[in-house]
C-alpha cells in the first residue's frame, strides 16, 4: 500500500486538486456565469501561502504559530481572493456571456504579467523554498488536507444545490430576465456564485503552495483556464460530481500516457476534440442519462386551498 | 361581476409613460389609471406597444420619460425584482418558464422574494420551516391549476395551454397584489379561452388581485374586464366601460383592416 | 516627448498594430458568422509562419521528427526576392486557410450537426489547437528560427530620416505589413461590400435561417468564411515571423489572446472594428514607457478589461439590444 501511495500519491493529489478547481469553476457556472478566472485566484492564493510561509516580514508569525501558520494561509487567501472577486465581479458580471468570459481571461492575464514583475511575488522566478504543510515527508500526505477539502467542498455544493440560493442560481441561469422578474435579484446572485469560486480557489492555490514548494506566475495561465473549462464540460457541467470526474480524469490520462511521450499533449488535444463531440452532456451526464429522476413526493400537509397572500405591498 | 365603484383606491397609477428605442417612439405619452380590484384590459392592434407598456410598467424596459406609481410609491425604473417585492407580477408573451427545471422548481423559485433564507442557512440546513413551506405551497398552486400530478416535469414539457397555465401558477407564488397577463390566451381554441377566462376570474375572486390583462381576442377582452383601454401606435386612443370603448369611432377606426 | 520618439512610436504601433488588426480579421469574421470565438485561430496563425519558413529556407536543425532536414540545399527558389517572397507568403496564407478549412470540417460542423452547446466548440477548437501546436513542435522543434535578412531579396533592412538631429528608423519590414495590411483591408472590404460572395456571407452572418430560406448553401459560406479566417491568420503569422522571427510553436498564443483583446475593443463582428481595435491597441503597446516595458503585454488585456465595462459592444459595435 505504502508503495503505491509513493508512486502514486503525487498523481492522486494532483487529481483531487484538479477536481476542486472544476469544482470552482462549477459554482459561478450554476447561476449560468462562465468565468475563466479561477487560475487567476488559485495564483493568488498561492501567492499568497508562498509569501506568508517565505517572506521575512512573516517569520515572527511562523515562530509564534508554528504549524498553525498552515491554516492561517488559507484564511487569508480565502479572505483575499473573496475580496477581490467582489472587487472584479460587481463590474464583470454585468456582462453575458462570451464577454464575461473574456473579461475573466483579461483579468486572469493581467495578473500573471503584474506577478511576473513584482518583488514580492519573485518575479519571472516565482518563490521557491517554500516550507512543508505540517512538516510532511511524502507528497500523498496532502490527501490530508486535499481530501477533505474536497469533500467538505461536495457538501457544500450539494446543500446549496437544495437551497433557495441554488434555486436563485438555477433561475437565472436558465433565464436571467425571468428570475428578475419572479424578484430573484440577478446581479447579487451572479456575484455570489463568483465569489464562492473565487475563494475556493484560493484555498486551493494556498493549499497547493506548500505541496509544490515553489510558486510562480505558470500557475495562473490562460491554458489553465482552458483545462479547468474541460474538466467541467467533459465531466459533466450540471451535477456536482461532473468537475471531479472531469479533473481526476483528464490529470490522469497525460500521466497514464506518458510512456507516449511527445504524443501525450497531441492525444490530449484528441480527446478534448472528440470528447466534446460524443460526450456533449460529459461524462456524468452521460451516465445520467439513462436514468429518470424520481418524481418529487407531495409532502402530506399541503394546504387544500391556497391562502390569498398576505404580503405584497 | 362586481360593479365598478368610482369610491375604488386608484393602484396603479401611469402618468406620460413614453418609451423610445432610437428613432421609433413605442409608447407615447401613455396615462391611465387602474384601480383596486379591477379587471382592466389592455387591447390594440398588433405593434401597439401593450407588450412594451407591460415591459415599462414591471421594470424591465426603463421609461424614456413618464412616472408609474403603485399605491401611492413612486417606482417608476425600478429593478423587475423590486417590483415583484412590491407585489406586481406577470406573464410573458412569449412564455418564459424556466424550461430545463420541473414545474414544481419553477413555482418554488417564483417564492424567493417572500422567503428569506440566506447562503448559510441553506448550506447548514437550518431554514427547514422555511422549506417545508415554499414545497406546500409550491403543490397548493400546481393544484390550483391542475397540473399536481405531472410536479416533476421538465416544464419544456408540458403542452402550449399547460405552459400558459404554470406561468401564471408561477406569476402566483410571488404573492402578489397587481397580476399582468400578457396574452394569456395566445393559441387557445375557443374552449380553452373560455376556461381560461373562468380560471383568471377565479384567481382573481380568490387571491383579491387588481388583473392587468393583454389580449387579442376581443369578446374575451369584453366579457373579462371592467374596464378596457386600447393603444394604437403607442397612444392610448380610448379608455373605458367595454361597451363604450368598443362603440368608439376611434377604435374602430384603429382596428379597420385588422383582424 | 520628443517628436522623434512620438514618431517612432507611432510607427511601431501601427506596425504592430496592422499585424494585430489582420490576425483579428480572422477571428472577427467566423465571429460575425459563427458567434464563436474559433480558439484553433492562434494555431493556423503558427502554422501559416512555419509553413512559409518551410518554403523559403525548408532547413530544420532544432529537435524535432525533421531534424537535420534541408529541403533546399542550393537555397530556395522562393527566396531572394520581393516576388517570390511574396509568393512563398501567399502560399503559407493559402494553406493556412485550407487547414482552417478542415479544422471546420472536423471540429465545429459535426457540433452544428448535433445541435451542441456553443461552448462545447469552444473546448473542441481549443483541442484542435493543442493538437497543431503540438504536432509542430513533434516535428520541428520548440526553438526559434529565424528567416535569413536575405529571403525578400536585398532591400535596405531600413529606411531612416532625420527629424532635427535625431533618426527615425523604419523597418522595411515594416513598410511591407503595412502595405499588406492596406491591401488586405481594401480587397476584404470590397469582397464584403460589393460582391455577391460578400453579400451572401453578410446575409448568413445577419440570420443563417432566412439565408438558407433564400438558397444560400449555408454551409459552403461558412467554409469560405473559415478559408478567408484562416488565411488572414497564416499572412498574419507570416509576416509576425518574418518581422521578429518564429519563436517557438507557442508564440501563437499570445496574438490569440491579444486578438480577443482586439475585436472585443473594436466590436465583435465588426471588421473595421478589428482594424481599428489592432491599430488602438498596438499604438498603446508602442507608447508605453521603456520602464515599464515588462507590462507591456498587459496593455491589451487592461484595454479589454475596461472597454467591457464602460462600452461592451466595443468601439465599433452595436449595442445590443435586448429583446423582451
Redesign the interface.
Known sequence: MSGFLEQYGFLIVTMVQAGLLGLSLYFPLQAGQ?SLASPGFYALGGYVAAIMLTNPAFSGLRDTLGNGMFPLTWLVAALLCGLLGLFVGV??L??RG??LA??T???V??LR??S??LAVTGGAIGIFGIPQAFGFQDRWQYLWLFGPLLLLTLL?AR??E???????F??IR??E??????????TRYKV?AFVIGAVLAGIVGAMSAPFLNTWNAKQGT??AS?AI??FV??GGSRNIWGPVVGGALLTAIPEVLRFLA??R??I??????????YL?QGIVGALQGVRR????R??P??????E?????? | MTAVSTERATVLEARGLTRRFGGLVAVNDVSFDVREGEIFGLIGPNGAGKTTLFNLM???TPPSSGTLT??G?NVTGL???RI????I??T?QNI???????A??NV???Q????G???W?????T?RA???R????A???L??VGL?DR??ELAANFSYGDQRRLEIA????????VLLLDEPAAGMNTAEKGQLTAFIREVHD???LTVLVIEHHVPLVMNLCDRVAVLNFGQLIAVGDPGAVQRDPKVIEAYLGGE | MELSQFLQNVLNGLAIGSVYAIFALGYTLVFSILGI?N?AHGAVFTLGAYFTYTLVVGQFENNGLLKGINLFPNGSPLSGNPAVFALATLIGAVVAGLVAVLIER??FR??RA?G??P??????S??????IV??I??LVGAEIYNFPSDAYGQVQPALSFHIGDRVVIVRTVQLIIFAVSLVMLAVLGYVIGRTKVGKALRAVAENPGTASLLGISVDRFILITFFLSGFLGGLAGTLVGTAFGVAGPYFG?TYG?KG??VI?LGG?GSIPGAVVGGLVIGLAEAFVPAQYS??K??VA??L??VI??VR?QGLLGRAQI?K?
Not at chain 1, 437544495?162 to 436563485?168: D, E, I, K, N
Not at chain 1, 490530449?268 to 463531440?277: E, F, P
Not at chain 2, 424567493?112 to 422567503?115: D, S
Not at chain 3, 461552448?119 to 473542441?124: E, K, Q, T
Request: proline share 8%; aromatic share 8%; no cysteine.
Open positions: 462562465l463590474p464583470a454585468r456582462l462570451i464577454y473574456l473579461a481571461i483579461a483579468f492575464e493581467i504579467v503584474v511576473l514583475n457544500f446543500q446549496l437544495r437551497s433557495r440560493v441554488g434555486r436563485a438555477r433561475a436558465e433565464d430576465l425571468a428570475a428578475d422578474a419572479m424578484g430573484v435579484p440577478p455570489l490562460f491554458d482552458i473549462l474541460a464540460l467533459i511527445d504524443w499533449l497531441i490530449n488535444g484528441l480527446v478534448l476534440v472528440v470528447a466534446s463531440l456533449p429522476p424520481p418524481p418529487p407531495r409532502p400537509s399541503v394546504p387544500a386551498v391556497v390569498a397572500p398576505g404580503g405584497g405591498a | 414591471t421594470g424591465l403603485y399605491r410609491h429593478a423587475p425584482h415583484a417585492a412590491l407585489g407580477s406577470r410573458f418564459r418558464l424556466f424550461r430545463a427545471l420541473s414544481l422548481e418554488k423559485i417564483a424567493h422574494v417572500r422567503t433564507a440566506g447562503l442557512a441553506g448550506v447548514f440546513g431554514a422555511e422549506e417545508r415554499v414545497e406546500e405551497r403543490w397548493a398552486l393544484d390550483l399536481a410536479a416533476g408561477r406569476a402566483l407564488a410571488t404573492e402578489p397584489r380568490r387571491f383579491d | 470565438i480558439f472536423l471540429a459535426p457540433m448535433r451542441a452547446e461552448l462545447l466548440a469552444l473546448v473542441s481549443l483541442g484542435v489547437a493543442l493538437v503540438n504536432l513542435q513533434l498564443v489572446l480577443l483583446a472585443v465583435l515588462a507590462y503585454d498587459a488585456f487592461a479589454l478589461f467591457l465595462l461592451p435586448q423582451v
